[in-house]
Antibody
Framework: QVQVQESGPGLVKPSQTLSLTCTVS??????????WSWIRQHPGKGLEWIGY?????????????YYNPSLRSRVTISIDRSKNQFSLKLASVTAADTAVYSC??????????????WGQGTQVTVSS | EIVLTQSPRTLSLSPGDRATLSCRAS???????LAWYQRRPGLPPRLLIY???SRATGIPDRFSGSGSGTDFTLTIRRLEPEDFAVYYC???????????FGGGTNIEIK
């Protein structure tokens, strides 16, 4: 049974880059054609999808990520097959980026938007 | 962006009651990419329903989803103690990719 777990600093200074990692266990991040997403929830607010990545065997496939347009200029999601992990980097953070960040596996292909399982979530606070 | 509005925000019910949760989309969903999640305190969200009405693996049949167009419903036939939680609806689309969630409905013990 696949599980995912977030890790990373809980405190980031304004203007710096938030970096989180999601470790996948119980299965390979590269098999099954699954999409891997990051989602966040601001305090007392709703859930916001950040973006996804899928592991493409085609080394010329540069379209294996998609980011929420509201965050696109600051977000990078990448995969590390050797560690069975995927990562989130969010640049130039402000207090508005304080949230609980979760990683999740989506389906494969057309079903990329069904998220199961999710990680526990990790609180990230942006403060000096 | 499609906005999902859930109602009510809070539902006060007793174990054994029937729960009916609503999710309304700001525009008609052109596909069946509508899901429901349950979030219990201290636990990650759990996928309950996908494709409007299909139960995810291991989900009891007291949970059912229905709807079309802009109006969707999650029904919990007889509430068990573990069902008191927050429920979110979610939609996604492909062109371009987007994902939005509703604001959630909290089912609390009356």
């Amino acid at each position: 049974q696949v599980q995912v777990q977030e890790s990373g600093p809980g405190l980031v200074k304004p203007s710096q880059t938030l970096s989180l990692t999601c470790t996948v266990s119980g299965g390979s991040i590269s098999s099954g054609g699954y999409y891997w997403s990051w989602i966040r929830q601001h305090p007392g607010k709703g859930l916001e999808w950040i973006g996804y990545i899928y592991d493409s065997e085609d080394i010329y496939d540069s379209d294996n990520t998609y980011y929420n347009p509201s965050l696109r200029s600051r977000v990078t999601i990448s995969i590390d097959r050797s560690k069975n992990q995927f990562s989130l980097k969010l640049a130039s953070v402000t207090a508005a980026d304080t949230a609980v960040y979760s990683c999740a596996r989506g389906g494969s292909g057309t079903y990329w938007g069904w998220f199961d399982p999710w990680g526990q979530g990790t609180q990230v606070t942006v403060s000096s | 962006e499609i906005v999902l509005t859930q109602s009510p925000r809070t539902l006060s019910l007793s174990p054994g009651d029937r729960a009916t949760l609503s999710c309304r989309a700001s525009q008609s969903l052109s596909s069946n990419f509508l899901a429901w999640y349950q979030r219990r305190p201290g636990l990650p969200p759990r996928l309950l329903i996908y494709g409007i009405s299909s139960r995810a693996t291991g989900i009891p049949d007291r949970f059912s989803g229905s709807g079309s167009g802009t109006d969707f419903t999650l029904t919990i036939r007889r509430l068990e103690p573990e069902d008191f939680a927050v429920y979110y609806c979610q939609q996604y689309g492909d062109s371009p990719p987007e994902v939005t969630f509703g604001g959630g409905t909290n089912i609390e013990i009356k």
